[in-house]
């Protein structure tokens, strides 16, 4: 009988063995196959994010065809020859050098027309709302807003509302209704829309209600597979010190909006009115915290020469220098030494007659020299 019994066990244990042994080649092979996949799949893609804040300089509305030989579009350009894939226009403010507006009128008007938008935030009106201080208002769904989108994936930025009120997005043949209740106070927000692929004209409609906040559009392109695509947002404020434009709504939005790499390039002029260095300081300080405020990285830039005193130069030096030091920004002087002086410069047609705002062929200069640093700081952001 014992001897039965051991038989018994001994042949349950040869029968066990082999199958946990095959068990095992089997789970090994699987993940053998699945690593195998996974190495022939591309890695995900990112999508990195630019903002480059400053004044007009930035915003660069003298140059003609500024949407395509200005700052940002040739720094884009640039940042795409090093094999960053185009993400897209990005961030189009709701401005009149940017949107076709079927009618305007100036803010403070005793009678605003129906079909009318009140554009604001631009000269000296500054604006609560929008990522860039920009946006306009409608009182009627007569009025329209139109721009050029060449990216499908379109954010359509606007002001909320205590009660229901909606407006409409039209493009490509379609429509969309979007309501702009939310609960609470007034914030910024935002609706998704995707448009089919090509180049389409996306109009704002004005309120079917009382009154519309419109603060502009997000144009961006799908992130593909393996690809590091680079957006860059301009964030240019014409006459604008760092401190403009930037209340308790437009500094929610920014930060909401995460940006990757903030930018900062303030030329010297605004700096320069009435001494005004503690406003300045303040405002770089907030834009600098702002950037970092979720982990994004942020380059504080030296102007090129312009027609300054050299002591407004080394002062803003000195003030960029220490807000940099204290905010954890990179600071960079690699434009500070591309002409001799603002009168060679215009010279050689790099500067308007003004000796501050850059010529097409002045941003060329610019962006040649800020384009490597830039992509630097892609490449420790994607790589940290």
């Not at 997005?169 to 106070?185: C, E, K, L, N, Q």
């Not at 690809?227 to 909401?256: M, N, T």
Request: proline share 7%; hydrophobic share 45%; glycine share 8%.
């Amino acid at each position: 009988m014992t001897l039965r019994v051991r038989a018994v066990a001994s042949r349950s244990r040869r029968r066990v063995v082999p199958a946990v042994w095959v068990a095992a080649l089997v789970l090994l092979a699987a993940v053998g196959v699945a690593r195998t996949a996974a190495a022939s799949r591309p890695p995900a893609g990112r999508r990195v994010t630019v903002a480059v804040f400053g004044d007009s300089v930035v915003e660069s509305l003298l140059v003609a065809n500024f949407l395509h030989r200005g700052l940002v579009p040739q720094l884009s350009r640039a940042l795409w020859s090093l094999g960053f894939a185009p993400g897209g226009v990005g961030l189009i403010p709701a401005t009149t050098t940017r949107w076709h507006f079927g009618a305007v009128t100036k803010l403070g008007a005793r009678s605003i027309p129906a079909d009318s938008w009140v554009p604001i935030g631009v000269a000296y009106l500054p604006s609560d709302d929008g990522l860039s201080g920009y946006s306009a208002e409608a009182f009627s769904p007569l009025a329209t807003a139109t721009v050029v989108v060449n990216d499908p994936d379109v954010e359509i930025l606007y002001t909320s509302s205590s009660a229901p009120c909606t407006f409409d997005v039209t493009s490509a043949g379609r429509t969309w209704m979007i309501d702009t209740y939310r609960h609470g106070p007034a914030i910024d927000t935002g609706t998704s829309i995707t448009l089919p692929p090509g180049r389409h004209e996306l109009t704002i409609h004005g309120p079917q209600c009382d009154l519309l906040l419109f603060d502009g559009v997000i144009a961006q392109r799908p992130v593909q597979p393996g690809q590091v695509q680079v957006e860059v947002d301009d964030l240019g404020h014409s006459a604008g010190f760092p401190s403009s434009h930037l209340g308790p709504r437009v500094q929610q939005a920014l930060i909401d909006q995460r940006y990757d790499i903030s930018v900062f390039l303030f030329g010297y002029v605004g700096e320069e009115v009435d001494g005004r260095w503690s406003l300045y300081v303040g405002g770089l300080t907030a834009r600098a915290q702002i950037a970092r405020k979720h982990g994004g990285a942020c380059l504080i830039v030296q102007p090129a020469p312009a027609m300054v005193s050299e002591s407004a130069v080394a002062m803003v030096s000195r003030l960029e220098r220490a807000v940099a030091r204290r905010a954890g920004c990179t600071y960079t002087t690699v434009l500070a030494h591309l002409w001799s002086s603002a009168a060679a410069a215009m010279r050689r047609g790099l500067v308007f007659a003004d000796g501050i705002h850059p010529t097409a062929a002045g941003y060329e200069l610019i962006v040649h020299a800020l384009t490597p640093v830039v992509a630097q700081m892609v490449r420790d952001h994607v790589h940290p």
